[in-house]
């Protein structure tokens, strides 16, 4: 082993002691050279060339966790749009920035690449990511599915010209058999084809229970989540009662 290389192994040692020591539960990594150069965009001219991405995960056990909030009149208007497991995982991302940073190297926390973007900047896909790192495998819900947790996890990433050693996909084959997700959708979004984005997102905003469909505010909301409840791994959040939510 090379001088660089045990550097490397340390580097990454480091970053992954922060899982459970932070607000991500998981941590692990992926290759850069698996993302080209028309995936990464504009966040690869803007960095340079991505030799490994830190993937970070945080387990969702509380519906409060995925309450998003946002700034102007629609979510999608919204320069300022978060939710409370996003931030706090962010703020996780920041100390693996300045691991790196501190071992002369350089990183960065972009954003995710989200469908319906018309024009997405200095992003990528965590989905893609987190089954490189061997957080899970990809579902039928375009989700990626932990063999523990299911589809609850919140992602997050960060680039670096680190090439630090990489973690292995998953063996992980959950979708087998299973189209429970798909049955659920209330949109019909979901088909063996793939998803209708348009579909879901006519679905977002709203915590469904029962028959009554319910905003929390002018400017938070609950995603529909009915292709995640589906999901026969893992654990599901209680759903928000109404009178936690009208209060």
């Not at 539960?25 to 001219?45: C, R, T």
């Not at 071992?103 to 965590?126: K, Q």
Request: charged share 20%; aromatic share 6%.
């Amino acid at each position: 082993m090379t001088a660089e290389s045990q550097s490397m192994e340390e580097l990454a040692r480091s970053i992954k002691g922060l899982a459970g020591a932070s607000t991500a539960d998981l941590v692990g990594i992926a290759p850069g050279s698996e993302f080209s150069a028309a995936e990464l965009g504009e966040l690869g001219e803007a960095f340079g060339e991505v030799k490994s991405i830190v993937v970070l995960a945080q387990r969702i056990v509380d519906p409060v966790q995925m309450v998003r909030f946002y700034a102007g009149q629609a979510y999608q208007e919204s320069h300022v749009a978060t939710s409370f497991a996003d931030a706090m995982l962010k703020s996780t991302c920041w100390q693996v920035v300045e691991v790196l940073h501190q071992a002369g190297v350089r990183a960065a926390a972009p954003r995710n690449l989200r469908y319906g973007d018309a024009a997405p900047r200095h992003s990528l896909s965590f989905k893609k990511a987190a089954v490189l790192a061997g957080f899970g495998a990809f579902g039928r819900n375009q989700l990626v599915i932990h063999p523990k947790w299911g589809p609850w996890m919140m992602l997050r990433t960060v680039v670096t010209d680190a090439p630090l050693p990489p973690d292995a996909p998953m063996d992980f084959a959950p979708c087998d058999h299973c189209s429970r997700c798909l049955q659920a959708c209330p949109a019909g979004a979901l088909s063996e084809n793939g998803i209708d984005r348009d579909a879901c997102r006519d679905q977002a905003g709203y915590v469904r229970q029962s028959s009554t469909v319910i905003r929390l505010s002018p400017h938070g909301r609950i995603n529909c989540d009915e292709c995640l409840r589906a999901c026969p791994i893992g654990a599901a959040p209680p759903r928000l009662a109404l009178a936690e939510a009208g209060s």
